[in-house]
C-alpha cells in the first residue's frame, strides 16, 4: 500500500533524527566537557525541532489518520506499528511547536536549578520551576482532551493500562501487607560487621568485575559497551547498539556491582528484541514497567541471590582478597541484603525500596489531582517518610528535592519502578516451574535463562503491551501478592530465623 | 538587513547539523560498537541529504546570491561569511541529491574495502572503487565548470591560493636540495643503541604522560578531552569542545608521546579561535596546511627540541624508570630524532616525511591530469620509493595501499601535510626574532607561546586566508627556504658533526 511506504518513509527520517539526537545524548551524559554546552543546546534544540515538525506535519497525520481508517488493510504487526504512531502522534499533534521547544528548553533549566538547588539545600530555589513545570504539563495533558484525571494521562504514558485505581490497589497492598513487615525486620538490629561494605575497593579492580559479569550475563560486546558516568543508565538505539554505564565509589563496591547488574538486565532485553523490529517504533522494551521488571529481575532476583555468589564469591575475592578475606559466604550474602532505615531511593535496599516508591505515588497524586500548595510539600514528604520507613529527613536536599525525575518533567515514572519489582516476582514463580533457576546458575549458564526470557519477552520489543506479555508469560493478569510473597520468604529466612 | 538574517538562520541549521553529524563521527571513531554499523550509515545518510538539501536549497542560493550582489551594504566580516558561503555553496550546488549521497556510500563502503584490501593485500580488491572514486571527483569538479585542471580544483579545496604551479616550485625544492641531504644522513650508519624505544612501556603510564603534557602545553579541559583511538585525531565543533585522541603502542611509546603533542597543536589552536566566530562559518582554522603547519610546530619545533627534554625528560624517566635508566638525555635526543628508510608515511620520521609526500602527489596529479591506467600504480609508487627514499615495499599493502585518503576521495590533501612544515619553519624564525622561544620553553611557560600563535594566527579562525595569516606574521609570502634550513641545521648538527 502506497500509504504505509509514505508512513514508513517519513518514520525513517523520524528514527534518523532520534538515532542523532540519541548519540548526542550519550555523549553529554558521559563526556562531553563542562563548556560545550550552551552552544550545544542551542543546536540540538534546532534539531530537536526539525524533528518535532516532521513527526507533527499535516502530512505525517494525513498519512497516520488514513491509515487508521484502513487498519484492516494492513497485516497485524503493521496495524500494531499504525495504532502506536497514532498514539504518540495524539500525544504532541497538539501542542504547538515554539510551546514544545519551550518546554525542552524548561526542563533542561530545570534540571540544572534543581541541581544546584539540592547542592544548596534550597527548595525555594527550585519551586518556581516545579510550578511550572507542572503547569505546562497540565497544559500538555489538556491539549489531549483528557482533563478529569490528568494524573491517569501521564500513568498511561510511561505504562499503557495503567490508571490509578489499579495503582491504588497496588500501593494498597504494599501498604497493607509490606509496610509492617518492613518494620518488623527494622526491629531485629543485629550484630553483624559490615565493615567490609564501606572498605576501599580499587575502581579499576572493581570494573574488571563488572566486565566479568558482562560475560557471565553473555552481554554481546559486539553491541555496545560499558562506560563510566555519575548516574549509571542503559542506552540504547537498536538491538545492536546498547551500550550502559556505572559509576565506581571507591568506598561503596556494592554500587558498581549491583548498579552493573541491574542495566545489564536493561541492556540484556535491549540485546535480545528480535532485529526485525530495529526498524519499526516497535523496536524497545515493553514499558518501562516491563523494563524494570527485567533489570530488577537481574540485580535481585539473580544477582543478590545466594546461589549465584556460591559460583562468583570466590573470583570476587581473588580481586579483594584483603578487603574480603574474613568476610564469608554467608556475611557476604547478608551484607548484599542488608536492610535498613533508608534516606534516599537510589541507596534504598531491595525490601524498602517500594516505600519511597508509595511516597512518590501518594505526592504525585496530590500535585495533578488535588492541586496541593507547593509550599508544603517538603511537610508532607518527611511526614510520609516518617510513616512509612521510621525516618526523618533533616534537609530537602535529602527529603523532597533527592530525586532528578520532576525537573525532567517526568510524573507518573516513578510508580514503574514498584510495579517492575512486582512484575519480575510474578514472571519469576512462573519461570521456576518450568526451568531449573538454581540449577542453571550454580552451572553458569544463564544463557539458558536469558533464552527463556528472550523466548518469553525480550523478543518482543514493543509488539505487545506489558500486561499482554504478563498474562501470556504467568497465566494470570498483575497480581502483586507474589511480590510481597517473594519479598517475605526472602527475608524471613535472612533475618526472622 | 532582513536578507542577512536569513542567512544566518539557515546557516545556524546547517551549524546544527554539522554539530550531530560531528558527534556521530566522534562516536563512530572511538567507541561505538562493531554490530552498529549498517543500522547507522543508513540513518546518518538521511540526515547528511537533510543537511545537504538545506545547504543547496533554493532559497538558500536565492540568500546567498542575493547577498553577494548587496556585498558593500555588509560590514567587512559578514562579506567573509558571504564569500565562504558562496564558494562552498558553489562547490555542491550543481549536483544532484542522489548522486551526492550516493557519493557518500561509495567513500563508506570504499574505505572499509580498503581496510580489507590493505590487510589482504590486495590492490585489485580496492581498484575498482578507487577508479570509481576517482570518476566521481572528476565529475564533481565539472559540475563545477572547471575541467582544464582538475586537480587545481582539487588542491584549491584543500588550500585556498595553492595550485600546481606553486605546489611544483615547492616541491622541486625539496627534491633539489632535501634529497640529495637526505640521502647523505641515511649514509651515516650509527652505532648508537636505540632498544629503549622499542622496549615495553606500560599503557597506563604513557596516558598518565600524555597528560601532562595536556598540562605543560596549557590544554583548556573544560573544553575537551583525551581518548583512544586506532588513528590519532582532532575533532572540534567550536571552540568549546575540542577533543583529540592517540594509542598507546607498549612498545612504541613515541607513538602517543608525539602523537599527542601533534594532535595538541591542532587542538589549541581550535580552542584559541575566538569565540565570536563560533557561530559563523568562518569558526575553525584558516585551511589544512594551516592547521598542520601548528601541529607540526608543537610537535618538531617544540616537542623534538632538545631545550623542551631538557626541562621534561627528568619527568618521563620518573614514569619510566626501569625502561630509560641507561638513557641519558643525549641518547633520548637523538632517538627522538633518529632518521631511517621508512615504508610508511605515518611512521616517517621528520626529515624524509616530505618526500613521502611528494611521492603521493606526483601520483595524484598523474591521475587527475594524465589520466594514468591505475593498473600502473603500484609499480610507480614502488619506484619511487627507491628513487627519493633508498628502499622498496615489498607488498602494496606497505606501498600504494598504506593511506586510508584516497578511500574517502581526499585527493589534493596529502600536499598540504608537507605545507604545514614548511609554513611552520617560515613561523618559526619570524618567531624567534620577536620573542625568546628557548628562554620560554626552559621556564616551562609554552603559555606564552601559545599566546603568541593565538594573537597572530588561532584568533582568526578562517576569517583570514592562510597566505594572508602567512604574510602578515612572517612579512613575506610562502617561501620554502626556511624549511629546507631548518631541517639541515638540525639534522647536520645530530648527524653530520
Known amino acids: 500500500m502506497e500509504l504505509f511506504d509514505q508512513f514508513k518513509a517519513i518514520q525513517k527520517k523520524q528514527k534518523a533524527f532520534a538515532l542523532v539526537l540519541g548519540i548526542a545524548s550519550w555523549d553529554s551524559n558521559t563526556e562531553a566537557p563542562k563548556d560545550c554546552f550552551p552552544y550545544r543546546s542551542e543546536m540540538l534544540s534546532i534539531i530537536s525541532g526539525e524533528s518535532f515538525s516532521i513527526g507533527t506535519s499535516d502530512t505525517y497525520k494525513e498519512v497516520v489518520n488514513g491509515l487508521m481508517e484502513r487498519l484492516d488493510e494492513l497485516d497485524d504487526m503493521h496495524q500494531k506499528e499504525i495504532k502506536k504512531a497514532k498514539k504518540n502522534l495524539d500525544k504532541i499533534a497538539k501542542i504547538p511547536k515554539e510551546e514544545y521547544i519551550e518546554y525542552s528548553k524548561l526542563v533542561n533549566m530545570a534540571q540544572r536549578v534543581w541541581e544546584d538547588a539540592k547542592e544548596q539545600d534550597d527548595y525555594e530555589l527550585f519551586k518556581p520551576y516545579l510550578q511550572k513545570i507542572i503547569q505546562a504539563k497540565k497544559k500538555q495533558v489538556a491539549y489531549r482532551g483528557d482533563t478529569d484525571n490528568p494524573y491517569n494521562v501521564l500513568l498511561d504514558d510511561f505504562e499503557e493500562g495503567m490508571d490509578m485505581e489499579q495503582y491504588d490497589a497496588f500501593f494498597d497492598t504494599i501498604k497493607k501487607d509490606l509496610v509492617p513487615f518492613v518494620k518488623e525486620i527494622l526491629d531485629q538490629k543485629t550484630n553483624r560487621d559490615e565493615t567490609f561494605i564501606t572498605t576501599m575497593y580499587p575502581k579499576a579492580k572493581q570494573k574488571e568485575f563488572v566486565e566479568y559479569l558482562m560475560n557471565v550475563f553473555n552481554y554481546n560486546f559486539d553491541r555496545g559497551l560499558l562506560k563510566e558516568s555519575v548516574h549509571p543508565f542503559t542506552w540504547n538505539t537498536h538491538s545492536k547498539d546498547v551500550r550502559f ?253
Chains 1, 2 share one sequence.
Open 245 to 497: 554505564t556505572v559509576r565506581y565509589l571507591e568506598n561503596y563496591v556494592f554500587s558498581s556491582i549491583f548498579a552493573g547488574i541491574h542495566e545489564l538486565g536493561h541492556a540484556i532485553y535491549e540485546q535480545q528484541v528480535d532485529e526485525s523490529l530495529d526498524m519499526t517504533n516497535l523496536k524497545s522494551g515493553a514499558s518501562m514497567g516491563m523494563h524494570e521488571s527485567q533489570s530488577r529481575f537481574y540485580e535481585n532476583i539473580i544477582g543478590r541471590s545466594k546461589v549465584f555468589w556460591e559460583v562468583h564469591y570466590d573470583h570476587l575475592k581473588t580481586l579483594f582478597p584483603k578487603q574480603l578475606n574474613d568476610v564469608d559466604i554467608e556475611m557476604f550474602y547478608e551484607g548484599i541484603n542488608r536492610v535498613e532505615e533508608s534516606m534516599t531511593r537510589v541507596e534504598a535496599d531491595e525490601l524498602t525500596y517500594p516505600l519511597h516508591i508509595l511516597i512518590r505515588y501518594e505526592i504525585e497524586r496530590m500535585i495533578f489531582n488535588d492541586n496541593i500548595d507547593l509550599d508544603t510539600l517538603p511537610d508532607i514528604w518527611n511526614q510520609k517518610m516518617r510513616e512509612y520507613l521510621n525516618i526523618e529527613p533533616k534537609t530537602d536536599a535529602e527529603g523532597i528535592l533527592q530525586d532528578v525525575h520532576w525537573s525532567g518533567g517526568m510524573f507518573g515514572y516513578f510508580p514503574t519502578y514498584a510495579l517492575g519489582s512486582a512484575y519480575a516476582a510474578q514472571i519469576y514463580y512462573t519461570m521456576i516451574n518450568d526451568i531449573d533457576f538454581e540449577a542453571l546458575i550454580k552451572d553458569n549458564n544463564i544463557e539458558k535463562i536469558n533464552q527463556w526470557l528472550q523466548e518469553k519477552i525480550h523478543r518482543f520489543g514493543s509488539s505487545k503491551k506489558p500486561r499482554e506479555i504478563l498474562k501470556d508469560v504467568t497465566g494470570e493478569d498483575f497480581n502483586p501478592k507474589y511480590y510481597v510473597r517473594f519479598l517475605k520468604e526472602k527475608y524471613s529466612e535472612i533475618y526472622l530465623k
